[in-house]
């Protein structure tokens, strides 16, 4: 997708390992500030698609970037930067499969929240694009992000409970060299909430400016 005309928001990335919290944490955000979230974990390929790859668990790998399109993503983004709104997918992770589409807008937000654990593959693209508002990869204790994890995949079941526990100690091993992957494509790790107190600030930094700017009446 390309457009020549000023967007009218960026994009603000939260990466990080799976149960590392972006969802909650992009909710939380979307609340405060009234930035719309694009879920980019809704961009999976779906169970028919011959590219999928497997795990060794006999599931569709997750984990694997190459489950995921990452350029549909892009453009999608871009779109809702531009045009100030999107059809976007939903999947279901236990259908592997996208299931129905949602709406989403600007609303006059400025900044769009993307997240997923792929989020920072999205960096490079969108610095092209002049759409980068900046990229986080949000992430805790990597035995606190396993119970996270499997206690939310556990209750929406997604998979049988010992793929879901044979997947979750392998991110857990994994995950310092995840974190060190974001970094390595531009996403700064962080806990939640230095990112929380870090947005703010930065929010309000933003409105004295402007204020600044009003001419006086």
């Not at 999608?76 to 531009?82: G, I, Y």
Request: neutral net charge.
């Amino acid at each position: 997708m390309t457009d020549e005309s000023s967007p009218h928001a960026r994009v603000l990335v939260l990466g990080g390992p799976s149960g590392s919290g972006k969802s909650r944490w992009s909710a939380h955000l979307s609340r405060e500030h009234r930035w719309p979230i694009v879920r980019l974990d809704d961009y999976y390929k779906d169970a028919d698609d011959p590219s999928l790859p497997m795990s060794s668990l006999g599931i569709a790998d997750w984990d694997d970037v190459r489950s995921w399109r990452c350029d549909d993503a892009v453009d999608a983004l871009e779109q809702l930067c531009r045009t100030g709104e999107l059809v976007a997918p939903v999947y279901d992770i236990a259908a592997s499969a996208a299931t129905g589409t949602q709406q989403v807008r600007l609303g006059g937000a400025d900044t769009v929240i993307a997240e997923g654990i792929f989020a920072p593959y999205v960096i490079g693209p969108l610095r092209e694009r002049g759409l980068l508002a900046g990229a986080y990869c949000v992430h805790h204790n990597r035995w606190v992000t396993f119970a996270r994890r499997l206690v939310r995949d556990l209750s929406e079941r997604r998979k049988p409970p010992l793929v879901l526990i044979r997947r979750g100690l392998r991110l857990a091993a994994a995950e310092p060299q995840i974190v060190a992957d974001q970094r390595r494509l531009g996403a700064e790790p962080i806990r939640p909430k230095v990112l929380d107190r870090q947005l703010r600030a930065d929010h309000l930094g933003s409105m004295h400016e402007q204020r600044m700017d009003e001419p006086w009446g």
